[in-house]
T-cell receptor
Framework: EAQVTQNPRYLITVTGKKLTVTCSQNMNHEYMSWYRQDPGLGLRQIYY???????DKGDVPEGYKVSRKEKRNFPLILESPSPNQTSLYFC????????????FGEGSWLTVV | GEDVEQSLFLSVREGDSSVINCTYT??????LYWYKQEPGAGLQLLTYIFSNMDMKQDQRLTVLLNKKDKHLSLRIADTQTGDSAIYFCAEEGRSQGNLIFGKGTKLSVKP
């Protein structure tokens, strides 16, 4: 079954404590990305990756890092989380090229206190 | 810059038609999309339309595209309570695979 899997699905953490949200896809997609969803703001792209070892900033990259060492995995790293990073995070993947279906993970609810 | 606008709320009665409207700014988008998000769930691709089409129909869903006015709409016929969700319109962003989403329209279906 085609899947984008994120972990953890729910997390409460404290300010400044580094955390990683993992994302894995089983569809051999080249393209992967991270979005955050906030009330009244919709979804905004944080980072994206066109292929292994190729990453670039999206619209709201501040406070986040990513890596793409393998095709299937694209972890999102918060080195020093702050309360304004409390959000719902979605990982997505697709094949390269326009018009390819973008698959989303089920979301990770992150609360930073 | 790129921007997608849609109204935030829509309330209809069960059995009626729902029409969710969206305006976008990037006329170079090859495809435009509608995603559905049910409470507590991720985004599910509902349908998409190629930019050289005016209309696409898929069972109860009809997508209309007015490229001149940069207006996209999603019509749901015979709306059911199970259609209650947030619906996002999206256009392609500046980089491949990047989608620019609207803020979402919350559809409430009353029995």
């Amino acid at each position: 079954e085609a899947q984008v899997t994120q972990n953890p699905r729910y997390l409460i953490t404290v300010t400044g404590k580094k955390l990683t949200v993992t994302c894995s896809q089983n569809m051999n997609h080249e393209y992967m990305s991270w979005y955050r969803q906030d009330p009244g703001l919709g979804l905004r792209q944080i980072y994206y990756s066109m292929n292994v070892e190729v990453t670039d900033k999206g619209d709201v990259p501040e406070g986040y890092k990513v890596s793409r060492k393998e095709k299937r995995n694209f972890p999102l790293i918060l080195e020093s989380p702050s309360p304004n990073q409390t959000s719902l995070y979605f990982c997505a993947s697709s094949l390269s090229g326009p018009g390819n279906t973008i698959y989303f993970g089920e979301g990770s609810w992150l609360t930073v206190v | 810059g790129e921007d997608v606008e849609q109204s935030l709320f829509l309330s209809v009665r069960e059995g009626d038609s729902s029409v969710i409207n969206c305006t976008y700014t990037d006329s170079s988008s090859t495809y435009l999309y509608w995603y559905k998000q049910e409470p507590g769930a991720g985004l599910q691709l509902l349908t998409y339309i190629f930019s050289n089409m005016d209309m696409k129909q898929d069972q109860r869903l009809t997508v209309l595209l007015n490229k001149k006015d940069k207006h996209l709409s999603l019509r749901i016929a015979d709306t059911q309570t199970g259609d209650s969700a947030i619906y996002f319109c999206a256009e392609e962003g500046r980089s491949q695979g990047n989608l620019i989403f609207g803020k979402g329209t919350k559809l409430s279906v009353k029995p």
